[in-house]
């Protein structure tokens, strides 16, 4: 759970791998930001291999499973995230 005594990012991911969070994280910390990120994910079956115990073997990370479905522009449904969509309902 997200430490109360410390600020937090949180973020909305899904479609990446084990690199691009570890990217993130590595960019993150080297800026010197201590807080927590909390990282809400689509579904944990729909995270690439590795990429959930990575995320949770480190440190201030905390993982939140969203149920959510993304759209286009026009209003349809897509069943990704990787769709063009900049709309998306919890």
């Known amino acids: 759970t997200h430490r109360r005594s410390k600020n937090a990012?949180?973020?909305l991911a899904e479609g990446y791998d084990r690199s691009t969070y570890a990217l993130f994280l590595t960019s993150l910390r080297n800026t010197g930001y201590d807080g927590d990120v909390v990282f809400g994910v689509s579904a944990l079956n729909k995270l690439s291999s590795g990429v959930e115990s990575f995320l949770r073997g480190q440190?201030?990370?905390v993982v939140y499973a969203i149920d959510w479905d993304c759209f286009t522009k026009k209003?349809?449904?897509t069943g990704h995230a990787n769709?063009?969509?900049?709309d998306f309902h919890f």
């Open 75 to 77: 209003g349809e449904r």
């Open 83 to 86: 769709g063009g969509s900049t």
């Open 59 to 61: 440190s201030g990370v």
């Open 9 to 11: 990012i949180l973020a």
